[in-house]
T-cell receptor, first 112, second 110 residues
Framework: DGGITQSPKYLFRKEGQNVTLSCEQN?????MYWYRQDPGQGLRLIYY???????QKGDIAEGYSVSREKKESFPLTVTSAQKNPTAFYLC???????????FGPGTRLTVL | GQNIDQPTEMTATEGAIVQINCTYQ??????LFWYQQHAGEAPTFLSY????GLEEKGRFSSFLSRSKGYSYLLLKELQMKDSASYLC???????????FGKGTRLHILP
């Protein structure tokens, strides 16, 4: 079955540590996105990529980094520079901005 | 501007009808999405309107007026499982991102 996977579902890290969240899709989608969601809030775009080896900053890119070495994969690194990293992180993919987005199940990151 | 506005919360009764409104900046408009998100889960696609008018999909319908920068999601015969957040979203225009509203949390009362 085609879809998007994110792992792990829950992640705990100590303050000051970098952590990488994985996102893999087998839908053959060109575009991939990372969003952050805080309790009771909407989705805020962190980074997005329209094609392999290219990505753009979203609205809240500071303290995050990404790579897009393969079409299927778009990992997100939460660095120690991110001041308040505890949040629910969602990865999505589609074939462009006029296409519906398919979301992964999300990773809930807690920084202690 | 790319602002999307929708009410923060709404409450309705099981079996009733509810309309969730969304307004947006009309410049560079390329259609409007609606997504449903249950608490702690990922959003799932409901509808995409490009042309004016009402599109019906079972108990859910979505309406668009491009000239007014206005859309609504209509939920009929409400069920308890419809308790969720409903997100309005639109393509960003010159860039390739999608702009989401903050979502409307819908509470269904028995």
């Amino acid at each position: 079955d085609g879809g998007i996977t994110q792992s792990p579902k829950y992640l705990f890290r100590k303050e000051g540590q970098n952590v990488t969240l994985s996102c893999e899709q087998n839908l053959n989608h060109d575009a991939m996105y990372w969003y952050r969601q805080d309790p009771g809030q909407g989705l805020r775009l962190i980074y997005y990529s329209q094609i392999v080896n290219d990505f753009q900053k979203g609205d809240i890119a500071e303290g995050y980094s990404v790579s897009r070495e393969k079409k299927e994969s778009f990992p997100l690194t939460v660095t120690s520079a991110q001041k308040n990293p505890t949040a629910f992180y969602l990865c999505a993919s589609n074939n462009g901005p006029l296409d519906e987005q398919f979301f992964g199940p999300g990773t809930r990151l807690t920084v202690l | 501007g790319q602002n999307i506005d929708q009410p923060t919360e709404m409450t309705a009764t099981e079996g009733a009808i509810v309309q969730i409104n969304c307004t947006y900046q009309t410049s560079g408009f390329n259609g409007l999405f609606w997504y449903q998100q249950h608490a702690g889960e990922a959003p799932t696609f409901l509808s995409y309107n490009v042309l004016d008018g009402l599109e019906e999909k079972g108990r859910f319908s979505s309406f668009l007026s491009r000239s007014k920068g206005y859309s609504y999601l209509l939920l009929k015969e409400l069920q308890m499982k419809d308790s969720a957040s409903y997100l309005c979203a639109r393509p960003g225009g010159r860039d390739d991102k999608i702009i989401f509203g903050k979502g409307t949390r819908l509470h269904i009362l028995p």
